[in-house]
């Protein structure tokens, strides 16, 4: 199950993050998607000392920012899976929106990018704990 998590680092101030652990079913779900690409891929050891102060090692790891993260998604799943047969679809109905819908899921993924992307639109890293 995915844990959400206030890291303060002396790099980047307070990180919010939420950890998936590769063992979890949810990773199961999105292993080799391209939102899978796009995720930080962290070592369990970084992410302790991060908790315990010392965020250098984590911060080093860390992949691209949430932001930078939906403008590469947008590049190659930038409609909704849930287009047909939706009656709130609009414009706003794909990653780089400010008011991306709660309902949103990329084309060709399973629902739980569709988490993800909300993660991403809040400003949050999506950490896959190596295990």
Known sequence: MPR??????????????VTI???????SQIEGTLIADQLSYVSGESLEH????????????????PQGSLIKLALVASECSLKKGCGSWGRDCHPTSKKTPWCFEPTDHPSFAGQIVRWWRDGVYVLVVKS
Do not use: C, F, N, Q
């Not at 652990?21 to 990773?27: I, L, P």
């Open 50 to 65: 991060a908790l315990h102060g010392w965020s250098k090692p984590l911060v080093t790891e860390l992949g691209p920012p």
């Open 21 to 27: 652990r590769t063992d979890e079913v949810e990773w």
């Open 4 to 17: 959400e998590l206030k890291i303060r680092t002396t790099e980047m101030g307070t990180l919010r993050a």
